[in-house]
């Protein structure tokens, strides 16, 4: 028996499962070394100007914390340009439902019985957003 195949079989899976997606929108420079990460604007020792606004996003809400997906847009921020970033609260959200039910009715004699079964599952996804900073020479 190939013990190699599920194994590789489970890292694919594992892969696929906690991806983080990221989504751009703004100016762009040359590619910068080094990103300083800040929680307020107030927190900002200079002038600056928002160069756009990132978001990275994932469904994986178990693997993929929120480390994960700061790190992510670091390194995004990097590729743009940007000297630092803005992070804004992780959320999570509801980005759609699914339900089925279905019911069985038996007639005996006298008695009639009637068994029901509903399931549901959501689907959630954590997002955290980041606005690109540029700082002014």
Known sequence: MNTKLPLFTFA??????????????GKSYPATTNVEIYFAE???PREYEVMGELIAETDDMVFTNGEKMQNKLVEEAKKKGADGIIL???????????????SETKVTKDKVRTNEHSESSVKEKKELRAKLIKFKR
């Not at 899976?13 to 990221?22: N, P």
């Open 12 to 25: 694919l899976a594992f892969l696929l499962c906690s991806c983080v997606s990221v989504d751009y929108v």
């Open 42 to 44: 107030a927190d900002i």
């Open 88 to 102: 804004s609260g992780l959320e999570r959200r509801v980005t759609g439902e699914t339900g089925s039910s279905s």
